[in-house]
């Protein structure tokens, strides 16, 4: 009897595990097909987050669900595969790290919070990062080693981020201030600068005492003044520009994956036709 009961429980066992292995195939097909959208979109520029079809789909499963005794277990799995594929999505699109650098107050703590969550990506904010490792808040570090230690610190975190793949990072407003700067960020990732009018820049910085720079001088002239100085250093290693003036965290996001989504497919087709251009040399010289 006793050994009856276990075959029984092996045997159910064994089902699950056939279970699964249907899961994982199924899941897999269903990731495939994610690529397959994707590259679909890509190619005919249709937008590639859209959030509406996503509502679309939960609604479709809530309705397939409703008689089912599982429908709120399902569909909290569901949650979850629509995360991943997000996940997959954003491997698809971006395959290195995205580096939001501007001035202060520029939006881009808020963007990168928003495009880890669309997108399922690692943030990493370089402030809090080096505040970590230092033990120390930004104001300390520039008021007890001042500032050139902490560009030192910047520079050596920006080293070590090339370790990293697929990240949104969200730069120290002045990081372009070292043009090595930009070299370790375009090893392994793409630039966006994130703009924005001093006047909407200091509505959005005034409230805050955390950025030593800022501190005493929290007026419209000094900032312009400031931007100003700082302003050819920003564009001379953007590769996609955003301006945030007026437009919701929603906007900006998409520009920036738009922007991006062009920036690489022309020089997809560039770096093509450099390489067909060489061939023909090379065939000529023979
Ligand atoms: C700085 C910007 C700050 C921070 C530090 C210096 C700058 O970052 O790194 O206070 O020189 O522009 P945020 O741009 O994130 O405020």
Redesign the pocket.
Known sequence: MEEEKTNQLEETRAKIRDVDTRLIDALADRMELIQDIIAYKKETGIPILQPEQEAKQTRELQEQLKDNPFEEEILDVFKYIMKNSRRVQAKALFDYNVFLI?????G??TIAKELERKLEMQRIE??EL?EKKQGMT??QI?SEYG?IY?RNL?SNCLIELQKIKQAIV??????V?RPDNAEHMKKNGRIVLLTAEPMTILDR?KGSD?????NNHMNVDFIED?MNQ?REKYLAVADVIVSTDHKSTDEICDEIIAKLIAYDREHEKKDAEDKAEGAAEKAEDK
Request: glycine share 16%.
């Open positions: 501007g001035f202060m107050g520029a881009k703590s370089m402030d080096i930004i104001a520039f500032e902490f910047e969200s730069c120290g407003g002045g990081v201030l910085v955390t950025r030593p720079i800022l400031l700082r």
